[in-house]
């Protein structure tokens, strides 16, 4: 049970690490991301190709994957810095995608769908084997905390409030200028860094990945942490990671009670209910369950509020 | 061989032209990129798959069936899900639409497990023209494009209800001001795009295979063909389809044809870059 | 005997402020009313949730005395209500024959002799027939605009700054065509910037101030109101 308990922290972890991660990207500036799994699994293949096929030691092969997803990440972030929310959305779900299918179809390099087998552990002749996961969750919870530190003085900080107070306003962004807008492509690499680090954290824990694990998916169960958690909130996320994960694997012991779910049934179950969940808090809460302190409502939220509108499309021009 | 993949080309984009055409007439009149549209696709091509191989009706009963009950699906979507969020923003519209594609999607695997599937039909040899395969299936699939590209166009330029639908895409206060009714008016467009997606799953069961990711595998190429022709623009979406669905043969000469579905995000990616607002689309105005 | 067009108390804004806090207005059958004020005393927000499309907070419309206020947009125009927004008042995408049309939405009897009619109106747009709205120019559109309203037989016209944007020439022949309408027996609610132009023409007239009513009263008497002119005509002349 102690072990369940050990892996599953370290789970919530890799999940704490996305959130954070996302929250940086949309909380922080507005920039959405649908290709989390792009860059998860980016810093995951990268980190275990580079050990495995070109045998290099961990402590350059698991920063590498970091490296690789910060690198992706000002490429995405560059390209796509023009575009509105919803098709930024597009583009980053393509980029996901796309990572997947190299993943799937260049099985030369990455074994396609058999998975990639990762022997190489951190630390692993350092520690007995019986103490290891709790190391590995340790190292996990570092990773966190010190993203945790990262995004929580990014958020502090002069550049923070002012990526905050922009996010809705991209007419605002453009007046500011250059500036403001290398900030946010910072802040969007940075936040795919962290996902790269969670990607190669993630490779060499489970030591075996395989496309079948980075769908878009992914990206559904780091948007409901974060907007559980209420964006712009790195508290709330914490908590919203673990709260997915507890419903992800309580759905787990469903299994044990009806006999008739089978493995495939009660994964479906599993999706079918966060999706429900997700739409449920949304039209519940649309700021989340702990909303970002000090700060002002979003603004289209708060024309929708008044109901003074009659614009029926929600197209909102009319303010 | 290239005149092969023209062919090909056009199928492929048959295939496509009906859902890019629905999903640009939902995103005229709501302003949001409905990922949904993967579920209802694929509930249309299981609901055609329940008709044929379980209750036993030929194929065009079934179509029937499939166009029906997903309009029905996608009606209550907007009725239960997306109605009450009418006005928030974009992106927590289309958070909401991919959590419901995944949801439709699992309940397909629910009930029917990731099974691969196919339509109970005699199995056909395809007509050579010139050197040039195909098969009967596929004409149809052309002509039936073909149809649907003209009536929409007719529906859309000729009816009252038409021009309401055009009249509330473009400005949509103003529509309720001349005393267009147009919630109705959008509910009207949910249902015809939901009949297109619910034989789109039909199509795309007969040309492909049944399978609980058939919606989402092809999500994307419509998107391509949608943004390429201008989201919005119904009738730059059938262009776009065939651009899309011709680039998508073509790259099988240079690239293995398990990268088919990248063309479509690269082609999204080059469009949006250059021209955000699409090929024939105008920029929206903003104030 | 009361008025064609009762606004009592009405009470309306965007987000968490009242913009038009509790008016009252009056317009007879066939008359014109004009509403003047400086910007942002809330006179076009005023139009606008007479004709619900900003919905009121408080208080209540009364058409014939039908009680209006709080009914979709749809609703009001099918009750003869027909309303010309100032900015955004055309279908850019149709044709101007299809914005008419449009226009006739709620009452398609009759429709030939009314396009007829509103050609008579506006010549100009008998050539314009087949062009798309949005390749238009801004007098055209808010000929477009007004000819729409116009399509079906409306028993109160609400105008927000008809002759906004149009040059001199244009604004007058704008009010001459509103006289005309007037003279057809259809009553007018307008917002106007150009103040005395519109007052000349016009029954009634009302002040706005911060969302409130400052003086109502026979548009002759408000033209001549020395403390008006003071306010708010005096640099308009």
């Known amino acids: ?319 | 061989m290239t005149a092969q993949l023209l062919v090909n080309g056009l199928v492929n984009a048959a295939l496509i032209a009906p859902p890019a055409i629905a999903l640009s007439l939902l995103f005229s009149v709501l302003r949001f990129p409905n990922f949904a549209i993967g579920g209802y696709i694929t509930a249309g091509a299981f609901l055609a798959y329940a008709a044929n191989a379980g209750a036993g009706l030929p194929l065009w009963g079934a179509a029937l069936v499939a166009m029906a009950g997903t309009s029905l699906l996608v009606w209550l979507s907007d009725e239960i899900v997306f109605k009450p969020l009418r006005g928030q923003d974009p992106v927590t519209l289309l958070v909401v639409s991919i959590a419901l594609t995944l949801i439709i999607e699992h309940v397909v695997r629910l009930i029917y497990s990731a099974d691969v599937r196919g339509f109970d039909l005699p199995l056909q040899r395809p007509h050579r023209f010139a050197g040039i395969r195909i098969t009967e299936e596929q004409l149809e699939l052309l002509a039936l494009a073909a149809a649907i590209a003209a009536l929409t166009h007719l529906l859309l330029r000729y009816t009252r209800t038409g021009r309401a639908v055009r009249a509330t895409a473009d400005n949509p206060v103003l529509a309720e001001v001349r005393g267009v009714p147009t919630r109705r008016i959008v509910t009207a467009v949910w249902v015809y795009s939901g009949a297109l997606f619910g034989l789109t799953g039909v199509l795309a069961g007969l040309d492909l295979v049944i399978e609980p990711l058939l919606g989402w595998n092809l999500t994307i190429p419509i998107f391509a063909a949608a943004i390429l022709g201008g989201i919005g623009s119904p009738y730059g979406a059938m262009l776009g389809a065939v651009l899309v669905g011709i680039a998508e043969e073509l790259t099988v000469l240079v690239l293995p044809s398990t990268y088919k579905v990248g063309v479509g995000f690269f082609i999204i990616a080059v469009l949006l870059l250059v021209r955000p607002h699409g090929l024939l689309g105008q920029p929206e105005i903003r104030k | 005997m009361t008025a064609l067009l009762e606004v009592a108390g009405l009470t309306a804004g965007y987000g968490r402020g009242d913009i038009v806090q509790g008016i009252n207005l009056s317009v007879g059958a066939g008359e014109i009313a004009t509403i003047i004020g400086p910007n942002g005393a809330g006179k076009s927000t005023a139009v606008k949730s007479v004709a619900g499309v900003v919905r009121p907070r408080l208080g209540s419309v009364r058409v014939d005395g039908a009680e209006i206020a709080g009914m979709a947009a749809s609703e009001i125009a099918r009750r003869g209500v027909a309303f010309v927004p100032q900015e955004a008042n055309v279908f850019r995408q149709l044709t101007v024959a299809e914005n008419l049309e449009i226009g006739a939405w709620t009452d398609r009897s009759r429709i030939a002799e009314r396009r007829e009619r509103v050609l008579a109106l506006f010549p100009d747009l008998a050539r314009l027939f087949r062009v798309r709205a949005g390749h238009l120019s801004g007098g055209q559109r808010q000929m477009v605009a007004f000819g729409m309203a116009m399509m079906v037989e409306p028993r109160v016209l609400l105008l927000d700054e008809p002759s906004a944007g149009l040059s001199p020439v244009m604004a007058g022949q704008m009010f001459a065509t509103i006289l005309s309408v007037n003279a057809a027996g259809v009553a007018i609610l307008m917002v106007e910037q150009n103040a005395i132009q519109a007052l000349r023409i016009s029954h009634r007239g009302y002040v706005m101030a911060s969302g409130r009513i400052a003086l109502a009263d026979t548009a002759a008497c408000i033209l001549e109101s020395a403390e008006v002119a003071h306010l708010y005509l005096g640099n308009r002349q």
């Open chain 1, 1 to 319: 049970m102690t072990a369940y308990l050990v892996s599953m922290a370290t789970f919530v972890g890799f999940f704490m690490l996305l959130a954070l991660a996302l929250n940086l990207q949309w909380g922080m500036t507005g920039m959405v991301n649908f290709g989390i799994a792009g860059f998860y699994a980016l810093g995951a293949y990268t980190s275990a190709l580079l050990s495995v096929k070109l045998g290099l030691p961990l402590w350059l092969a698991m920063p590498a994957g970091a490296v690789a997803g910060l690198l992706a990440g000002t490429l995405v972030a560059l390209l796509s810095i023009r575009l509105s929310g919803d098709f930024l959305a597009i583009v980053t779900l393509g980029f996901g995608e796309f990572v997947r299918l190299v993943a799937l179809n260049e099985d030369w390099l990455t074994e396609g769908p058999r998975g990639l087998k990762i022997d190489a552990r951190p630390f692993a002749d350092v520690f007995s084997r019986e103490s290891y996961p709790l190391v590995y969750l340790g190292l996990v919870a570092a990773a966190v905390a010190l993203a945790f530190l990262v995004a929580e003085r990014i958020r502090r900080a002069p550049l923070g409030r002012t990526l905050r107070a922009i996010r809705e306003d991209a007419v605002v962004a453009e007046v500011l200028g250059k500036n403001v807008l290398l900030h946010r492509i910072t802040v969007f690499a940075i936040g795919a860094a962290f996902m790269g680090a969670a990607g190669a954290l993630y490779a060499h824990y489970v030591q075996n990945i395989s496309p079948q694990v980075f769908m878009p998916m992914v990206a559904i169960f780091i948007w409901m942490s974060v907007i559980v958690g209420g964006p712009g909130n790195n508290w709330g996320l914490m908590l919203g990671a673990g709260l997915v994960m507890a419903i992800l694997e309580g759905t787990r012991f469903l299994g044990d009670v009806i006999d008739w779910l089978d493995a495939e049934k009660l994964s479906a179950i599993r999706v079918i209910l966060i999706g429900i969940l997700l739409i449920v808090i949304i039209r519940l809460r649309p700021r989340g369950v702990m909303p970002e302190p000090r700060f002002r409502y979003r603004g289209s939220r708060a024309a929708a509020d008044g109901s003074s509108v009659n614009d029926v499309t929600g197209r909102g021009d009319t303010t």
